[in-house]
């Protein structure tokens, strides 16, 4: 069943995620979504630093934990097959949003902040030896290489194997949002 918003609840939203080209979709857009319902009372007042510092507070205590848990649902739910995983891993925490610099689209004045992770999200989804990585990457909308680790992921299922090698579905994504104000 499909969630329709009121009108009240509609006019009072003020964090908006973005959409078209610029949107993340599949697993990233599904974690974006939720991210998104947990800071959409946060208002832009013209102060950038004190709605990031907002933002970043509700981030880093739910990443980790509440992101995490949307990945393997998504990812096990794609797959069906939970022990031809060997690990999940997803680079939710150690960075901090930021104010997005692109094209000057956050000029001063502006009724609204665009904010986005610094890097992309990157989800790596390690498969066993018996298993094709290959015939998931369209199902999980990645594409097949070796993962590269850079010590920050959160392990969001078992522990990274560098011995899985090409048997890895990589999913990369921009987490973009709008932060409107009053």
Do not use: C
Not at 106 to 130: C, H, K, Q, S, W
Request: net charge negative; glycine share 6%; aromatic share 8%.
């Amino acid at each position: 069943m499909k969630h329709i918003q009121l009108f009240e609840q509609f006019v009072n939203e003020k964090v908006y995620q973005m959409t078209g080209s610029y949107g993340a979709k599949g697993i990233a857009g599904k974690v974006l979504f939720a991210f998104k319902k947990q800071i959409e009372r946060i208002k832009y007042e013209g102060d950038e630093e004190a709605t990031l510092e907002e933002i970043n507070k509700v981030w880093s205590k739910w990443a980790d934990k509440e992101g995490a848990k949307i990945i393997e649902h998504e990812v096990l739910k794609q797959i069906k097959d939970k022990e031809s995983v060997v690990y999940i891993t997803a680079t939710l925490a150690g960075k901090p949003w930021i104010k997005d610099e692109v094209n000057g689209i956050n000029e001063p004045g502006r009724a609204e902040l665009l904010v986005r992770y610094p890097a992309d999200l990157v989800i790596n989804v390690g498969f066993a030896d018996d298993t094709d990585a290959s015939k998931y990457t369209r199902k999980l909308e990645g594409m097949q290489n070796s993962a590269i680790i850079s010590k920050q992921e959160t392990e969001v299922l078992g522990k990274f194997d560098a011995e899985v090698l090409d048997n890895n579905i990589e999913i990369r994504a921009q987490l973009l949002l709008t932060i409107d104000a009053k």
